[in-house]
């Protein structure tokens, strides 16, 4: 029941930012991408951070431990939806631009600065707290 709940908001923040950007296959600013794939999806799955806070402080029981990692994995994909669209956009732009060592240089340093972002944004939490910062 938890992890259809997980899901389900989830899957509805994905929906949300999906709509925010209008389906546009056009490319789009770097605000509007951090917005997009940070901002928005944070703020619309805020509602699962009491929940998974509690997950994590039951986690000493086996069962809490695979809950955790399946609303992870859930996690994941959704965000992954979102990102992949936008990535690949970015870098099918650099390659209408630019020569090859040029395309990969600028298509490494993108993603790095994606990592970056995500690691700065979904990462950066008070010791002990998985969900502090993602949600």
Do not use: D, N
Not at 38 to 66: C, D, G, H, N, T
Not at 84 to 109: D, F, H, M, V
Not at 112 to 126: H, T, Y
């Amino acid at each position: 029941m938890i992890r259809a709940h997980v899901l389900s908001v989830l899957k509805s923040s994905t929906s949300q930012v999906q709509t925010a950007r209008g389906g546009s296959k056009s490319a789009i600013s770097e605000g509007v991408e951090a917005s997009i794939i940070y901002v928005r999806f944070k703020a619309a799955a805020s509602e699962l951070k009491p929940i998974l806070e509690e997950i994590e402080r039951r986690s000493s029981r086996k069962e809490y431990v695979q809950l955790l990692l399946e609303c992870h994995k859930i996690y994941c994909e959704q965000r992954l939806s979102l990102v992949k669209g936008i990535i690949s956009e970015r870098i099918s732009e650099y390659s209408k631009k630019e020569t090859l060592p040029s395309i990969t240089r600028s298509g490494c340093a993108y993603l790095m600065q994606v990592i970056v972002r995500i690691f700065i944004f979904c990462f950066r939490k008070p010791k002990g707290i998985t969900w502090y910062v993602i949600l």
